[in-house]
């Protein structure tokens, strides 16, 4: 009988790391990077990403390297969000991306109110 057996997630973040300080060393680096060497550090990451387990070390290793923080971040924004970014930054780029969202459509500024209005003393009724 050839039963599929689950695979237990890795606990060595060995290769995981190497290819996160591969990808921050692209990201910092002076020399232009070519985009089909960025595009396969990544994908590797991204695989790497799916067979680790997260807990304490993972999150360790997202803090050392922000780089393989915004691709592991990517990653789990369907069911987790902006999982590792701090509130009021992740508010922040939500509103600019709502901004830029209404640009786009031609909205003007005016009309396209992000924050609502705190009601005053003048606005409340009583």
């Known amino acids: 009988m050839n039963a599929t057996r689950p695979?237990?997630?890795?606990?060595?973040?060995?290769?995981?790391e190497r290819l996160a300080h591969l990808l921050e060393r692209l990201e910092h680096s002076v020399v232009p990077v070519g985009a089909d060497?960025?595009?396969?550090v990544v994908m590797h990451l991204v695989n790497e990403f799916a067979d680790v387990a997260?807990?304490?070390a993972l999150g360790r290793l997202l803090d050392?390297?922000?780089a393989a923080a915004e691709v592991y971040e990517n990653l789990q924004y369907g069911h987790a969000g902006l999982c590792r970014s701090a509130l009021d930054a992740a508010m922040s780029a939500e509103l600019r991306a709502k901004e830029a969202?209404?640009?786009?459509?031609?909205a003007p500024a005016a009309?396209?109110?992000?924050?609502?209005?705190?009601?005053?003393?003048?606005h409340v009724q009583g």
């Open 37 to 40: 060497q960025y595009r396969s």
């Open 101 to 106: 969202i209404a640009r786009a459509m031609g």
């Open 64 to 66: 050392r390297y922000p």
């Open 54 to 56: 997260p807990g304490v």
């Open 7 to 16: 695979v237990a997630p890795k606990t060595s973040l060995d290769v995981t």
């Open 111 to 122: 009309s396209r109110p992000l924050v609502p209005p705190s009601p005053d003393a003048d």
